[in-house]
């Protein structure tokens, strides 16, 4: 029984350790995805109104 109650401690204790890594990994893939999407769609906006620049518009 000591050997069963050891085991789940040591599993909350790596749950609670590696959640904030998780969450902090998770955080730097969706912000480099959110900079990498944005910047896409900027190339394809400049990109459509670029024939444009010329008539003034």
């Known amino acids: ?3 069963k109650k050891k ?3 040591s ?3 790596m749950f609670r350790d590696t959640l904030p890594v998780l969450g ?3 955080l730097v893939i969706s912000s ?3 900079l ?3 910047s ?3 190339k394809l906006y400049y990109d459509k109104w ?3 620049e010329d008539c003034g518009i």
């Open 1 to 3: 029984m000591n050997r």
């Open 50 to 52: 670029k024939e444009y």
């Open 24 to 26: 902090a990994i998770f």
């Open 7 to 9: 085991t789940m401690y």
């Open 36 to 38: 990498l999407i944005r």
């Open 11 to 13: 599993t909350k204790r």
């Open 32 to 34: 480099v995805a959110y």
């Open 40 to 42: 896409w769609n900027n």
